[in-house]
């Protein structure tokens, strides 16, 4: 699910945005205020998931490939949101690791 659009030129993250920022933002949208993915540019709308999380989502096939990212990557670009989000502890990656 993407969490990040851009918005009157600013990127936002959806998780970021507190559900009055998320309501104020939809309603925005509904009247006519331009998503745009972050992943591809093309025109989004804004959604919640069933486990609670603000995303955005494409209205119909784009043929964007964000689809493709797996949540590891997804991870990477957005540790912060993960990191804060989960009850799973993820331990930093250290230099010194072996693989």
């Not at 493709?68 to 990191?83: A, D, G, V």
Request: aromatic share 10%.
């Amino acid at each position: 699910m993407p969490l990040k659009a851009i918005v009157d030129g600013e990127t936002i993250i959806g998780p970021e945005l507190s559900k009055e920022e998320w309501t104020h933002l939809k309603s925005r949208h509904k009247k006519g205020l331009t998503i745009t993915m972050g992943c591809c540019g093309r025109p989004g709308h804004l959604r919640i998931s069933t486990k609670g999380t603000q995303h955005f989502y494409h209205p119909f096939d784009t043929g964007c490939n964000y689809g493709e990212e797996s949540r590891e990557h997804r991870e990477i670009k957005y540790p912060e949101f993960y990191l804060t989000s989960s009850s799973t502890f993820i331990p930093p990656i250290s230099a010194s690791a072996k693989l």
